[in-house]
């Protein structure tokens, strides 16, 4: 049995900006769809990942924001250019893996693949180093603390999968809701969990995605207001599908529609005002000092 593992919550860090993450899949790729479309016919659907992210680059250059791009493997292969854009407009790039696969679905040896097809990929790509995981759906879950030895082991300095909600299909609720080291035998990983709230002494996430679009917009923000009080940055995400109203319509059931489809165009102006109202930046901008890495130059 995997030793559990030692959570060291870190200390404020008071001023600094939110950290924007961006999960870069297609529409045909989420979890959700899994039983519609085989990852073999994947090139048979069109594709809108690189004209969605291009869209979202242009509004992060007009903002000054930089964000981390956690990014599929598949994804740098099909579009090589498009992750040579992110890194050169500054923006930090991470893996999300090779296939969009869960790692409740892998052995440990498949997860290592994926980790290594994947940073291989996205640094032949980009041409910098890949230092930080989220794993789909944030599928890093209790009993799975393997998973944090084969990132250390396969040179990643940090991880975003860990959701500290209790939910059926993913959550680590033991996990601290503020960034922490998780003390390994291979060594140290950072760990950055998604933002959340609570309500009614519930801890309930509030970190963007399906949330921004399914949950008052108030939410959110009293997530990062809340963050900021106690001194931390507050984790946001979203996926490139989720602002394209226009995405071709799959013929899922009414509760994947419902969460998959509701509210696609409220997730642009949403997303634009906590870009107004919030400060953010990058991982690497944030925690670049207990990466190895100096603070990038001009950090939002």
């Not at 509030?206 to 921004?212: D, E, F, K, N």
């Amino acid at each position: 049995m995997t030793a559990a593992p030692a959570f060291r919550p870190l200390p404020p860090r008071p001023g600094t900006p939110h950290l924007f993450s961006v999960d870069v899949e297609d529409y045909f790729q989420v979890v959700a769809f899994e039983g519609l479309v085989a990852r073999a016919d994947w090139d048979r659907h069109p594709s809108r990942v690189e004209a969605n992210t291009d869209r979202l680059l242009a509004l992060l250059a007009e903002r000054n924001v930089r964000g981390t791009f956690f990014t599929l493997g598949w994804v740098a292969r099909k579009c090589p250019a498009l992750v040579a854009r992110i890194a050169a407009a500054g923006h930090e790039v991470a893996s999300h893996g090779e296939w969009h696969r869960r790692v409740t679905t892998l052995t440990p040896d498949q997860f290592r693949e994926e980790l290594r097809a994947s940073k291989a990929d996205l640094e032949s790509a980009g041409g910098r180093a890949v230092l930080g995981f989220r794993a789909p759906s944030f599928s890093i879950i209790p009993g799975l603390e393997w998973a944090f030895d084969v990132l250390l082991e396969e040179g990643y300095r940090y991880d975003s999968s860990l959701f500290p909600i209790h939910r059926p299909d993913y959550g680590y609720p033991t996990a601290p809701a503020v960034p922490f080291l998780i003390e390994r035998p291979g060594g140290t990983l950072l760990e950055i969990p998604l933002a959340t709230t609570s309500v009614l002494g519930l801890r309930v996430p509030a970190a963007g995605g399906g949330y921004l679009r399914q949950f008052p917009l108030g939410l959110v923000r009293r997530a990062f207001r809340e963050a900021e009080g106690q001194g931390f940055p507050a984790a946001f995400y979203i996926h490139p599908w989720e602002y394209d109203p226009g995405q071709p319509r799959l013929p899922c059931g009414r509760v994947t529609a419902f969460r998959h489809y509701r509210n696609l165009h409220q997730t642009w102006p949403r997303m634009a005002t906590l870009l107004t109202e919030f400060r953010f930046g990058s991982i690497q901008d944030a925690y670049g000092d207990l990466l190895g890495l100096a603070p990038a130059r001009g950090a939002a």
